[in-house]
C-alpha cells in the first residue's frame, strides 16, 4: 500500500498543473473573437423556481427506492440571451429544495459585467459556503449555456470535441421484481447497453442478472452502489458477472474502503469505477490504484468547469472516465453530454427516465447513441408542454 500511496503523491505533482493547462488552454478556444462584444454586455439577471421531476418507474437503487426526484430550474439572462441550469437533488447527496434555494438567494450576480469571466464567476459561487454541489451546478451550467449562446457555438465545439464520436447511453434498470425487471428490460429493447442497480445480497443480486438475461443478452454494466460489505464475496461476484456479459462494475463497496477496493481492482477481470468514493477534482489523486476509472457527475463536482478538469486530470492519470448524472430534464444530460465524445462511457439517461422533461437538447437514437445538438450553449430549447423524453427516440 505503502507504493500506491507514493505513487499518488508523485502522480499529484506530475500531472495537476499539466491537466490544468490542457484545460485552459482548450476552454479559452474562441475568447479572443468575443472580446469585444462581452464589454459591451449588460449585468446578468438570475432567476430560479422549484420543480419536481416524476420518473417514470419505482426507482430502486441499493437501500432506497423513489417515484421522484426535486429539482430547483435556473435562468441567467443578459441582453435578453437566456441560459439554463438546473439543480437535481436525490436523497444521497443531502441537498434539498430549501438548501439550494437558500443559497442560490446569497448568489449576486450584479457584481460581474462579463459573462465570459467563468472562472471569477465560479470561483466566487464556489466560495459562498462549502458543498452545495448542485446548487452551485444550476449556476454553472446556465454560465455554460449563456456564454455559449453569445459565442454562438455548443461547448463540445469550444472544447475541440468531435460530436461524431459519442458514446451510446447506458439504459439503467432499477432494482425491483423479476416481472418488473423483465418489463423494464424489454421496454429498453434497442438500447446497446444496459445499466443494472446490484448492491445486495447473493441471492437477488443473481436475481436481477438473470431477469435481464431471460429477455436479453445485451452487454451490461453494474452498479452496486457501496452495497458489497465483503471483498471476497464483491470479488467472487464480479467473476460470475463477468461470466454473464458483463462489462464494468461501479463502486463495489462503501467509498470509504479504499484499501478493499484496491485489492478487488487488482484481481477484477472488469473495470472497477468510482461513483460515490469520487465528488471533486481533489477527491480524483486519492483513487489512482484504487479504481480502474471515474465516473464524473456534473451535480456532484459543481458543473461543467470542474467537470472538465476531472476529465483532464484522469486522462493524465490514464484512468478510465465515465459521464454519469442524476434524475433530470435535458437540460442537465445535454450539458453532461457536451463531455461525452471525450469519455469511455456515457450513462446519461436521466430525461429518459422521467415523464416530464422541460427541454429538447441532446438527443439519443434508438440504440442509445446520443446525438449531439450544433445549437449554441447547452442546445437546449426550453418546451412549452413537459414531456416523456423516452417517446421521443429519434
Known amino acids: 500500500m505503502s507504493t500506491r500511496r507514493n505513487f499518488m503523491r508523485a502522480s499529484l505533482a506530475a500531472t495537476l498543473g499539466?491537466?490544468?493547462?490542457?484545460?485552459?488552454?482548450?476552454?479559452?478556444?474562441?475568447?479572443?473573437?468575443?472580446?469585444?462584444?462581452?464589454?459591451?454586455?449588460?449585468?446578468m439577471k438570475l432567476s430560479f423556481r422549484p420543480y419536481l421531476l416524476t420518473l417514470r418507474h419505482a426507482f430502486g437503487v441499493s437501500g432506497v427506492t423513489r417515484t421522484e426526484t426535486m429539482g430547483v430550474q435556473v435562468e441567467i439572462e443578459c441582453d435578453g440571451i437566456v441560459g439554463y441550469g438546473e439543480a437535481s437533488m436525490p436523497p444521497y447527496l443531502s441537498e434539498s429544495t430549501d438548501s439550494v434555494l437558500a443559497f442560490l438567494k446569497r448568489v449576486d450576480l450584479s457584481q460581474f459585467n462579463d459573462p465570459f469571466a467563468l472562472d471569477?464567476?465560479?470561483?466566487?459561487?464556489?466560495?459562498?459556503?462549502?458543498?452545495?454541489?448542485?446548487?452551485?451546478?444550476?449556476?454553472d451550467l446556465a454560465l455554460h449555456d449563456l456564454v455559449g449562446k453569445l459565442m454562438g457555438q455548443?461547448?463540445?465545439?469550444?472544447?475541440?470535441?468531435?460530436?461524431?464520436?459519442?458514446?451510446?447511453?447506458?439504459?439503467?434498470?432499477?432494482?425491483?421484481?423479476?416481472?418488473?425487471?423483465?418489463?423494464?428490460?424489454?421496454?429498453?429493447?434497442?438500447f446497446e447497453l444496459l445499466k443494472v442497480k446490484l448492491g445486495r445480497d447473493k441471492k437477488s443480486d443473481r436475481e436481477m442478472i438473470e431477469s435481464v438475461r431471460a429477455v436479453s443478452d445485451k452487454p451490461i454494466a453494474v452498479d452496486?452502489?457501496?452495497?458489497?460489505?465483503?471483498?471476497?464475496?464483491?470479488?467472487?461476484?464480479?467473476?460470475?458477472?463477468?461470466?454473464?456479459?458483463?462489462?464494468?462494475?461501479?463502486?463495489?463497496?462503501?467509498?470509504?474502503?479504499h484499501d478493499d477496493i484496491a485489492w478487488i481492482t487488482?484481481?477484477?477481470?472488469?473495470?472497477?469505477?468510482?461513483?460515490?468514493?469520487?465528488?471533486?477534482?481533489?477527491?480524483?489523486?486519492?483513487?489512482?490504484?484504487?479504481?480502474?476509472?471515474?465516473?464524473i457527475k456534473l451535480m456532484k463536482c459543481t458543473g461543467l468547469r470542474e467537470a472538465w478538469k476531472m476529465l483532464n486530470f484522469a486522462r493524465a492519470l490514464d484512468m478510465k472516465v465515465m459521464v454519469g448524472c442524476m434524475t433530470e430534464?435535458?437540460?442537465?444530460?445535454?450539458?453532461?453530454a457536451q463531455l461525452s465524445p471525450a469519455v469511455d462511457w456515457a450513462d446519461l439517461d436521466g430525461n429518459l427516465l422521467i415523464s416530464n422533461d422541460l427541454f429538447d437538447g441532446v438527443r439519443t437514437e434508438p440504440n442509445g447513441k446520443l446525438v449531439l445538438s450544433d445549437k449554441p450553449g447547452l442546445g437546449l430549447t426550453k418546451l412549452e408542454k413537459p414531456i416523456n423524453r423516452l417517446d421521443t427516440l429519434i
Open 154 to 190: 455548443p461547448w463540445w465545439r469550444i472544447w475541440g470535441l468531435n460530436k461524431e464520436k459519442t458514446p451510446t447511453t447506458m439504459y439503467t434498470i432499477g432494482i425491483d421484481t423479476p416481472e418488473k425487471v423483465m418489463e423494464k428490460t424489454r421496454e429498453a429493447a434497442k
Open 224 to 257: 452496486a452502489n457501496q452495497g458489497w460489505k465483503d471483498k471476497v464475496y464483491a470479488l467472487e461476484m464480479i467473476e460470475w458477472l463477468h461470466e454473464q456479459g458483463i462489462v464494468m462494475v461501479e463502486q463495489p463497496m462503501k467509498k470509504t474502503k
Open 18 to 43: 499539466a491537466a490544468f493547462a490542457q484545460s485552459s488552454a482548450r476552454s479559452a478556444f474562441a475568447a479572443p473573437q468575443v472580446a469585444n462584444a462581452a464589454s459591451a454586455l449588460g449585468k
Open 266 to 295: 487488482e484481481r477484477s477481470p472488469l473495470p472497477v469505477m468510482a461513483d460515490e468514493s469520487l465528488q471533486r477534482l481533489t477527491d480524483i489523486p486519492k483513487l489512482k490504484g484504487v479504481f480502474s476509472g471515474i465516473n
Open 120 to 139: 471569477d464567476i465560479l470561483t466566487y459561487v464556489d466560495g459562498i459556503c462549502e458543498n452545495n454541489a448542485a446548487a452551485k451546478c444550476s449556476i
Open 329 to 336: 430534464t435535458s437540460c442537465a444530460i445535454s450539458a453532461a
